[in-house]
């Protein structure tokens, strides 16, 4: 059920171009420019507060539905004029993108693979930081591919922001439903080979964006998706790296050590994957028929994001509180493939 109010604007606050922070009497909101257009303090706007009433994840936050003040210029709505496929297809917020499948001068790449790509692939976003500060320390030009999972607007992502502005990511790129990447495509498929292709990427990320959807059930969670994307990584003649889901602080039985999640993905992918863990670390439930490396030296990449002033959390727990997390996360970024 959609819950909504309207609200005053009292200020606001840019995140970047792409999203503002906007405070009204009902509390914080979030407004997605090339959605709702630009917000100022005194419009009225329409706020869906669902989220916040069933104190989610993301419950510290309304999200701006429309401006009942300002008409949105034509600008905001579509950033590449050309294109006509539409993002948030059949909602009242679906607006056009233009995907790199419908540019003709890249007609030909659809039809090639991905001739070993190292495809690394998460299940939390806070897994891509390690991952792409490991990949970085070995030289590599890495692309985020992030898929349609968790959070569909880029732009939510704090994470991303930093590690473009940092250098660890080269390239975003936004697939299925999401949106606001440096480029967008229709498919994971066809964002995995413009990541080898067209950007000549040494190495794909491919993760949820924020906000893992569970429900303590052995299939009910998006991170499973990490099944199938390996899949398609081997598939289209990549190389599939799985990151693996670890913990030491989290106060659920299923995901301490090999978090379950990790264990059921892969056990329900096709592929052969490898598999990198720290040096030491238990292998314990992990499905045979996987080739596991592990890996040293995996707190370089930690003490890289830590020299750059990188906010690294995963569920509320930062890098001192629950290490093991992303040890294995930078495992993944460091392990030769």
Not at 99 to 119: I, K, R, Y
Request: aromatic share 6%; net charge negative; proline share 4%.
């Amino acid at each position: 059920m959609l819950a909504r109010l309207i609200g005053k604007v009292e200020r606001t606050c840019d995140w970047d171009t792409a999203i503002q922070e906007v405070v009204t009497e009902h509390g914080v909101a979030l407004n997605y420019v090339d959605i709702s257009g630009r917000a100022e303090a005194g419009d009225e706007v329409l706020l869906n507060t669902t989220a916040r009433k069933l104190s989610l994840g993301t419950g510290g936050y309304d999200f701006v539905i429309a401006n009942l003040t300002r008409a949105v210029s034509s600008s905001n709505g579509c950033r590449a004029e050309r294109g006509h496929i539409m993002k948030l297809r059949y909602t009242p917020e679906q607006h056009a993108v233009c995907t790199l499948e419908e540019m003709p001068e890249h007609a030909g790449v659809w039809e090639w693979d991905l001739n070993g790509l190292p495809v690394i692939v998460g299940q939390l976003h806070s897994q891509i930081g390690p991952v792409a500060a490991g990949l970085k320390l070995r030289g590599k030009k890495v692309a985020y591919i992030m898929t349609d999972g968790a959070a569909l607007p880029l732009a939510l992502s704090r994470l991303v922001r930093q590690l473009k502005s940092a250098g660890l990511v080269d390239y975003t790129i936004t697939c299925g439903q999401a949106f606001g990447g440096d480029y967008e495509t229709v498919t994971v498929h066809s964002a995995l080979l413009a990541a080898r292709h067209i950007l000549k990427a040494d190495s794909a990320i491919v993760c949820q964006g924020p906000g893992n959807a569970g429900t303590a059930t052995r299939y009910g969670f998006s991170g499973i998706e990490q099944a199938w994307l390996l899949g398609t990584a081997k598939a289209l003649e990549g190389k599939p790296i799985a990151v693996v889901r670890v913990s030491e602080a989290d106060e659920r039985d299923r995901h301490r050590g090999i978090s379950h999640h990790t264990k059921t993905a892969l056990d329900l992918t096709y592929a052969r994957c490898i598999v990198p863990l720290p040096v030491g670390a238990s292998i314990q439930g992990l499905p045979p028929g996987h080739d596991i490396r592990f890996v040293d030296n995996v707190h370089e990449p930690l003490n890289v994001l830590q020299e750059k002033g990188i906010e690294m959390t995963t569920m509320g727990r930062s890098m001192d509180d629950d290490p093991a997390f992303f040890a294995a996360a930078a495992a993944a970024g460091m392990v030769d493939a």
